[in-house]
């Protein structure tokens, strides 16, 4: 006997599985972004950032430190605001996961049009400015994940998701495909990402963008359990 409510929930899996591999791909090219034309730095990579921060508080490389330790504090931001948006959608008995989502999209789109008003990427100085979007829109991206598609998810910190793998792999002898699977998609990103900004110049802000755009789509048409149709009345013949 079917279970009442539970039609939606394999669409649904099945959608957040697939803007999970989006979002991914999307935070390799960021990724990539920033390190190539924002300064050096990453920009979800939280930890290479502080250490680059605590480098410079040494005295040593204090530029590319202000920039590492820009890139965390908006990414702080970002996840705050991520986990605001995500929490809040939930509220009144809906489920509307993809809020967090349209902010990050918002945010890169935003990075792409600077990109494009600058003719082509923004100077030393500009970069610095920029940098602090998309490292907020990865910061959303990561809170918005845990809370609306669990922590077994990641899509933009690896570590422990390697690491989880690996330890699986010696002591159940078994092969953690998502973890590989991700691995790639984030190499696969980075490297479109990497591509496009040598051949296209400016045009690589577009490509997460774009990802993150069809990822947003893509939940935002999934059937959620708050949202399902109601099933038609019976009629009831006159009395």
Avoid: K
């Avoid at 605590?54 to 990414?75: F, K, M, P, S």
């Avoid at 959608?89 to 890169?108: C, D, I, T, Y």
């Avoid at 994940?145 to 910190?157: C, D, F, K, Q």
Wanted: glycine letters at 12%; one cysteine or more; aromatic letters at 6%.
């Amino acid at each position: 006997m079917a279970v009442e409510g539970a039609g939606p929930a394999r669409p649904r899996h099945r959608a957040d599985a697939w803007a999970a591999r989006l979002l991914t791909f999307s935070a390799g090219a960021v990724n990539a972004l920033g390190f190539l034309a924002l300064g050096g730095v990453f920009t979800s990579v939280v930890t290479a950032n502080s250490a680059l921060t605590g480098v410079a508080l040494g005295g040593a490389e204090t530029t590319l430190g202000v920039r590492a330790a820009l890139a965390v504090l908006c990414y702080v931001l970002g996840a705050a605001a991520g986990s605001w948006t995500a929490a809040r959608a939930h509220r009144g008995g809906r489920s509307r996961p993809a809020g967090f989502l349209l902010l990050e999209l918002l945010l890169l789109w935003s990075v792409a049009g600077w990109w494009l008003a600058a003719d082509g990427g923004p100077d030393a100085g500009q970069g610095t400015a920029v940098l602090g979007t998309p490292a907020a829109a990865m910061g959303c991206q990561n809170a918005g994940v845990r809370l609306t598609m669990g922590a077994r998810a990641p899509t933009a910190y690896l570590t422990g998701l390697l690491t989880g793998a690996v330890a699986e792999a010696v002591t159940a002898r078994r092969v953690h495909w998502q973890a590989l699977g991700n691995t790639t998609l984030l190499i696969v990103g980075a490297t479109a990402a990497t591509l496009l900004e040598r051949s296209l110049h400016g045009a690589a802000p577009l490509l997460p963008a774009l990802l993150v755009t069809a990822a947003w789509a893509t939940v935002r048409a999934a059937p959620r359990p708050g949202n399902a149709a109601r099933p038609p009345t019976p009629h009831r013949p006159p009395a």
